[in-house]
């Protein structure tokens, strides 16, 4: 692996497909998995084949059509979960099973009733499962995020020794704080003896707005696989966003990190997304919202006006977006006003623009936006009244 490599690992068929009204259909997860394979993710995670028919179908149908990447199905640490995701990944390339079980003393004690000691025996377990039918067996540690670090690393180095090729670390809750997440990594990294024969994986999620900058702490730390979805779908809040790690990477060279995500595919593949699960965009989301791009502060259009980069630190050509927008609203000045009636065909000089600006105010404040029509009407009226004076 290359020391600045980070794989991407995309969970939307199957952690963003849990958000309700979300769910896709065999045909819907073929196409966005040939999708997710065009933009250059290294590992599609295509499902939970024990969970459904379907879900089984679809992991099958996709382990067939996908050429490159890894195609992975989920499973519990439960030996028929991983003998139903090993069946589903039997014509892929290159298969991987996901398998592992909780290990903070909540899920420890609350949701299984056991002890530290049994859930290590059953990791080591359901990694040695796995192994009988891949190569390629990637570990959760569940609610990673809030599991004592000395436990954690005792199982993470268990569970290499048994074979795990991945080690997957999430904050399931999203409850950690970017240092934390950063530092647990490290703490990995520092004190699992085998470390250097696996993967660490970060997968986070974003109940309190942190899934992405816990990702790109990890990395620092010494992860080289992110977790993530398109337009960050997953449960609850959602998952670590795809689009924003990979820029992020890009934008920020000096953390010797890349990805092989095609860039310019992002704002077209965030709509067929948004499309075929039905989820809109938020317009401020970053990267792919439709106000990504969008200016509509007097200050800010002026700066931008003169040079992109005062206010874009993104080429909006580079993720596929449209071009940047000079939107016009009460909070516009005289430079945006002037752009925008030039590239209506207007040729108005200074003194024009300044007789314009208080009628273009006017019709400002009685609505949201002054849109081009507007411009129109008030740009022939001026010349009219110019021609008649």
């Given at each position: 692996?290359?020391?600045g490599?980070?794989?991407?690992?995309?969970?939307t068929?199957?952690?963003?497909?849990?958000?309700?009204?979300?769910?896709?259909n065999t045909?819907?997860?073929?196409?966005?998995?040939?999708?997710?394979?065009?933009?250059?993710?290294?590992?599609i995670e295509?499902g939970?084949?024990?969970?459904?028919?379907?879900?089984?179908?679809?992991?099958s149908?996709?382990?067939?059509?996908?050429?490159?990447?890894?195609v992975?199905?989920?499973?519990?640490?439960?030996?028929?979960?991983?003998?139903?995701?090993?069946?589903?990944?039997?014509?892929?390339?290159?298969?991987?099973?996901?398998?592992?079980?909780?290990?903070?003393?909540?899920?420890?004690?609350?949701?299984?009733?056991?002890t530290?000691?049994?859930?290590?025996?059953?990791?080591?377990?359901?990694?040695?499962?796995?192994?009988?039918?891949?190569?390629?067996?990637?570990?959760?540690?569940?609610?990673?995020?809030?599991?004592?670090n000395?436990?954690l690393?005792?199982?993470?180095?268990?569970?290499?020794?048994?074979?795990?090729?991945?080690?997957?670390?999430p904050?399931?809750t999203?409850?950690?704080l970017?240092?934390?997440?950063?530092?647990?990594?490290?703490?990995?990294?520092?004190?699992?003896?085998?470390?250097?024969?696996?993967i660490?994986?970060?997968?986070?999620?974003?109940?309190?707005?942190?899934?992405?900058?816990?990702?790109?702490?990890?990395?620092?730390?010494?992860?080289?696989?992110?977790?993530?979805t398109?337009?960050?779908?997953?449960?609850?809040?959602?998952n670590?966003?795809?689009?924003?790690?990979v820029?992020?990477?890009?934008?920020?060279?000096?953390?010797?990190?890349?990805?092989?995500?095609?860039a310019?595919?992002?704002?077209?593949?965030?709509?067929?997304?948004?499309?075929?699960?039905?989820?809109?965009?938020?317009?401020?989301?970053?990267?792919?919202?439709?106000?990504?791009?969008?200016?509509?502060?007097?200050?800010?259009?002026?700066g931008?006006?003169k040079?992109?980069?005062?206010?874009?630190?993104i080429?909006p050509?580079?993720?596929?977006?449209?071009?940047s927008?000079?939107?016009?609203?009460?909070?516009?000045?005289r430079?945006?006003?002037?752009?925008?009636?030039?590239?209506?065909?207007?040729?108005?000089?200074?003194?024009?623009?300044?007789?314009?600006y208080?009628?273009?105010?006017?019709?400002?404040?009685?609505?949201?936006?002054?849109?081009?029509?507007?411009?129109?009407?008030?740009?022939?009226?001026?010349?009219?009244?110019?021609?008649?004076?």
């Open positions: 692996m290359a020391e490599k980070v794989h991407i690992f995309d969970t068929l199957r952690d963003g497909e849990q958000v309700p009204g979300c769910k896709l045909n819907e997860k073929l196409e966005l998995a040939l999708q997710l394979e065009e933009l250059g993710v290294d590992i295509a939970f084949p024990i969970s459904s028919p379907g879900d089984f179908e679809s992991v149908q996709i382990s067939k059509a996908i050429k490159n990447a890894t992975c199905g989920l499973s519990r640490a439960v030996q028929k979960d991983i003998e139903v995701a090993a069946q589903a990944l039997k014509y892929a390339v290159r298969p991987r099973i996901h398998t592992g079980i909780g290990t903070s003393d909540f899920h420890i004690k609350s949701k299984f009733n056991s530290r000691e049994d859930i290590l025996q059953r990791a080591i377990q359901c990694v040695k499962w796995a192994r009988n039918f891949t190569d390629d067996v990637e570990f959760y540690a569940e609610d990673a995020g809030r599991t004592d000395d436990y690393a005792q199982v993470i180095e268990a569970v290499i020794k048994a074979g795990a090729t991945v080690v997957n670390i904050d399931t999203g409850y950690c970017p240092y934390q997440y950063g530092e647990k990594i490290a703490y990995l990294v520092n004190n699992v003896s085998n470390i250097d024969k696996a660490i994986s970060c997968h986070c999620h974003n109940d309190l707005g942190l899934a992405t900058a816990n990702s790109i702490a990890g990395v620092i730390s010494g992860a080289r696989q992110i977790e993530c398109i337009n960050g779908l997953g449960e609850r809040a959602g670590t966003s795809l689009e924003e790690v820029m992020i990477i890009k934008q920020h060279k000096h953390l010797g990190l890349h990805t092989n995500i095609n310019k595919q992002l704002n077209p593949l965030s709509r067929i997304v948004s499309d075929t699960m039905r989820m809109p965009v938020q317009p401020n989301k970053a990267i792919v919202g439709s106000n990504a791009f969008s200016h509509s502060s007097g200050i800010h259009q002026d931008f006006l040079d992109a980069l005062t206010y874009e630190i080429n050509e580079e993720v596929g977006a449209d071009s927008k000079i939107v016009l609203t009460a909070r516009s000045g430079s945006a006003l002037a752009y925008r009636f030039q590239k209506l065909g207007f040729q108005f000089d200074r003194n024009d623009v300044d007789v314009l208080n009628e273009f105010l006017r019709v400002a404040d009685s609505k949201k936006e002054v849109e081009d029509g507007d411009l129109q009407t008030m740009g022939k009226q001026h010349q009219t009244n110019a021609v008649v004076a």
